[in-house]
């Protein structure tokens, strides 16, 4: 976990969730990028570019933000970048060679019952880095038990659960895993091969309708300190995702959410 890449809205708790980053980047050693996106504007009838305006007052509203926070020593590089914002985010993650993207709920949704904002859930959903959902106002703390959720423990693709295996060997963190039985079950998803079987610690096996519900009903005897998703077409947030804007009546967690990009 040598790179790690915050975007930053204009939420009251921006401030807040960049202390959790620069705490959880001071616990891996890493590097810490904070960026801001912007798309590019005109002002209407006159085409004048405000650009220049924009990165100027965003650049100062993120170098505020840093300035109160106690970085303890954590190397913090602060870019705005102009763009799309998933397409801009994805170069940004490539240049930097970021290995998670730390998101907050809602980084300029004021609304109270949303879990996810509209740019959250777009950056969880079309970005293809794994991504941890930091709960509001959650403060910094190792992790110590996660509850790692999946319909299909296949693996196909290269380093899918490399960020799993990195917060447990650094913290020493139990995993346990939860193989949830939907109408969607295929033969063979709950083989659990060797990539697998060296990082869960305990495995249970429920039947439900979602995923989302068997973390539900287990979610109280295990009492994890962190949730381990994985986002694919028909995966943990698939029919909540349709508008990127998540619900708190349709999902909520008051503990960081680990979204692994799919495993196959």
Known sequence: MKNILVPVGSSKNASSHLQYAVDF???????????????????AGTMIKVNHIIERESLAYLNDLISKLDTKGVDITVKVLK??????????????DIDLIL?????NSIREEVFLGKTSGKIIKQTQLPSLIVPEG??????????????????KKNNALEP???????????????????????????????????????????????????????????NPDMLCVVRRKRGFFAQKWENNVILKKDFSSNIPVLVLRGLK
Do not use: M, W
Not at 139 to 151: D, H, S, Y
């Open 25 to 43: 980047a001071k616990s891996f050693g890493s590097k810490l990028f904070v960026v801001q996106v912007y798309n590019v504007y005109t002002k």
């Open 83 to 96: 763009g799309k914002l998933i397409d801009t985010l994805e170069l940004a993650c490539k240049a930097a």
């Open 103 to 107: 998101i907050e709920p809602r980084t």
């Open 138 to 155: 959650y403060k910094f703390k190792p992790v110590t038990n996660i509850l790692f959720a999946v319909k299909s423990a296949i693996i």
């Open 164 to 222: 799993l295996i990195s917060v447990k060997s650094h913290f020493k963190a139990i995993v346990n895993l939860l193989l949830v039985k939907t109408p969607f079950y295929n033969k063979g998803d709950f083989e659990l091969k060797k990539e697998i079987k060296d990082i869960v610690d305990k495995v249970t096996k429920t039947e439900n309708a979602t995923t989302f519900q068997g973390v539900l009903q287990h979610l109280q005897s295990i």
